[in-house]
């Protein structure tokens, strides 16, 4: 039988997105409230590999890094906007464009 575990869950603010230090290719990420550090959001293997190979001159070219990246910039583009939308209709749009 399952037991139910209870997970602490962060809140998030909006002082957790103000943070701008990552480049326009990278992933969204966190920045813990109190902290400097910055938590990524977790990747397979796989897309680390990937992403890893579309840093590199070398691989920068190839099909499929570049199909990933396309595919990271389009999945990071969804979530601002689920998140923007989602701030849009607790707080408003003045106070969402404002911050």
């Known amino acids: 039988m399952l037991k ?6 962060n809140n998030l603010t909006l002082s ?6 990552v480049s326009n ?6 920045a813990k409230e109190n902290t400097d ?6 990747e397979k293997f796989s897309s ?20 990933h990246t396309e595919n990271i910039r ?3 583009q969804k979530i ?6 989602a701030l849009t209709e607790k707080y408003g749009e003045t106070a969402v464009n404002d911050a």
């Open 48 to 67: 680390k590999v990937l992403t890893w190979l579309g840093k590199m001159p070398l691989f920068k070219n190839t099909e499929v890094v570049q199909k």
């Open 25 to 30: 290719d990278a992933r969204l990420y966190i």
């Open 74 to 76: 389009v999945q990071d």
């Open 4 to 9: 139910y575990e209870e997970r602490k869950l």
């Open 80 to 85: 601002l906007q689920t998140f923007l939308h």
């Open 16 to 21: 957790s997105f103000s943070k701008v230090g």
């Open 37 to 42: 550090k910055a938590y990524v959001a977790p």
